[in-house]
Each structure stands twice: as structure tokens, then as C-alpha cells.
DNA sequence: ATGGCAGAAGCATTCTGA
């Protein structure tokens, strides 16, 4: 089962990049991050007429999260407010779209797209770390079901130095401060790993290469597109790739694809048995 | 310190992203 995602920077300038991405690849499913548009004018019907199905959580100009999928997609949770108690805050939060779960052949799948925070010393910084600490509130009621889960999107954080084409000239930067670091670490806890780093230690892979300055021409990247599996997921891990080559499209999103191979059949079997147990207790 | 490139809104230029 491949599980994919990629932040698009626009659906509808990208659709022909995706379509043609998803004839090629295949993947069982794709979360899209900064769809930037509006549920009534996502374009449906070419991931339709490919044979998927589309749950979205859109928003005009900004942010938009969706699942593109073969299978079904059951009990999907729109926003925060699809785990936690609908209050002010979690309204507030809720305004941008930036997440979007649902249960997929048994997994579940959150996609995110996690603040920016510009710079350090901006109140948008102030409402990253405060978005990732609604993300943990989220997380915990989410863990209580026991759900194989896959977390993935674009964090806006570079896990760690060896995520950095040159991380001294980034040092206590955005996406790579000790604050952004210490958050999703406790976010993640013991429960969740980063599935790229199962199969490779060393530094030199990106997922995000900026517009300006040639980035990508001088291999001058970031990794910040994440795939986590929970501990109970991993042992179904086949691998986790990043498809580079998509940076090198005409007209191309400043991201690129990231993707991870599961075990389908087993992780299947495996809930038949768990629903054996509750059956004898 | 700032802009650099790109997309959306909407029609000139600003806002936002990372």
C-alpha cells in the first residue's frame, strides 16, 4: 500500500503534474497540502475519472488539505474539532485548513499542513507553536482508539541539522529551532517514527527547495515533508522515498512527493485478529 | 537588513509562503 503526500502550492496550477504523477506512481493515497481552494471548485473529476475517490478540507487563497484515495475513505474528522471538543480556541484554529483525517484499508491517515511561523520573534510563530500544541491535544484523543497511524504533511520543520543543506547558516532559524524541535518531538513522543529515516542516516535528501536564488539548481534544500508510522505500523514499513525528480517539472510546486510502501495484507490480517480478542474477552 | 520566486485575488498591487 502507498501512501503518499506532497504540498501541491495549488491545486489547479498543479493538476496535470499531479495527474500525471499519480498514473505514473499509482499510489493507494495522496494528501495534498496548500491546495488553496474553496471545496466547490476542487477539481474532482480527473482524480475521479483515475479511479479515486477526494475528501478535502479547502479554504480561498491559503492553506487546504485533501486525501486523494482508492479506497474508501471512512469516519473522516475535518479540522481539530474532529478529535477535540468544539470550543472558541479550537473554532479559531479551525478557521485555517490545515488537517484532515480518515480511516483508509484500516489505517489512519492524518494529513497536516503545519504553520509557516515566519520568523522567530512574529506572533505567526507564536501560532505555529500553539497549532502544534493543539495538535498534541488532538493526537491524545486520537491515540486512545489504538488506530495503526500514519501522520504525514508538509511540518514546516526540519527534524533535525542532517535535514539542512547547510544548517549553520540556519541555526536557530524557522523550521529549525530548538523550540520547533522540542515541540514536535513531544508531539510525536515514543509513539510515532520517521519513516525516511528507517532507511537512510545520512544528510544530502530534500523534499523543499526554495523558488529563489537557485535553490534547487544547487541542491540547496530542506527536508521538512514528513511521513511518521506509529510503533504498532512499523514493522509493515517497506520503505520511504522522496521523488526528487518531481522538482525538476516546468512550472513545478516548491515541494516534491514523498511516499511510503505498508504491508497492506498483513496490516489487514492483523486487525482481523485484534477483532478475534475483543471478540473472546 | 532586504529581496530573491510563485500563486491568489483581481486588475495594480498586496499578501502569503518558507
Redesign the pocket.
Known sequence: MLIASW?V??????LSQITSWIKHTKPDVLCL??T???DKDFPLIPFENLGYTVIMNGQ????GVAIISKADCTDIKYGFKGELKISDIVNEFDEQKRIISALINGIRIINI?V??G??LNSE?FEYKINWLNKLNEYLIQQEKRGEHTCLLG?F?IAPSNNDIYDPNRFVEC??ASKIERETLKRILKNRFIDSFRVFEEFSGHWS?W????NSFMLDRG?R?DLIYVSNNLLPRLKSSVIERDQRGND?PS??VPVMINIDYDEVFNEFDDEDEDIFEI
Not at 502550492?9 to 498543479?14: L, P
Request: net charge positive; proline share 3%.
Open positions: 504540498n502550492n495549488s491545486i489547479r496550477s498543479r497540502q496548500e488553496k481552494v474553496v480561498k487563497s491559503y492553506n499542513y504553520p509557516n515566519s520568523s505567526k508538509d514546516n524557522i523550521m523543499w526554495d523558488y529563489r536564488n530542506w521538512i512550472q516548491d515541494h
